[in-house]
């Protein structure tokens, strides 16, 4: 079952929902999640472990709004949906409504990300 989650940047909070992949339920284990890092061309990109995951469920490419957890890094993505399908190997874990999208791309160049339950 989705699982309501939000992403906190200082006083900004962002609403996002946790899927059913066997990654998304193996982070919800981790929460409170802290990570730090830097925006890139389509997303916030931010060194984490990956943790359990069932590699049947990676794809290529992502929607915009969709945060990720593999290879080491915790990505939320903001842009590129159109240009995503060449990045293989992702591992989408939750989803950010469209019309929450604009307070992501209106965050600082480094950021912090707190990720708790809603």
Not at 55 to 70: F, H, P, R, V, Y
Request: aromatic residues 12%; hydrophobic residues 40%.
């Amino acid at each position: 079952m989705p699982t309501p989650i939000f992403l906190q940047v200082n006083d900004i909070r962002i609403p996002a929902t946790l899927n059913d992949t066997v990654a998304a339920q193996d982070f919800k284990s981790r929460l409170p999640f802290t990570v730090s890092g830097h925006r890139s061309t389509y997303d916030y990109c931010c060194t984490a472990s990956s943790g359990r995951y069932d590699e049947s469920e990676m794809q290529a490419g992502w929607k915009n709004g969709d945060i990720s957890l593999a290879g080491g890094w915790f990505a939320v993505l903001f842009e590129g949906e159109e240009v995503s399908q060449s990045y293989e190997q992702m591992m989408i874990i939750a989803h950010i409504d469209s019309a929450d999208l604009p307070a992501i791309k209106a965050l600082e160049q480094q950021v912090t990300f707190v990720v708790d339950f809603a």
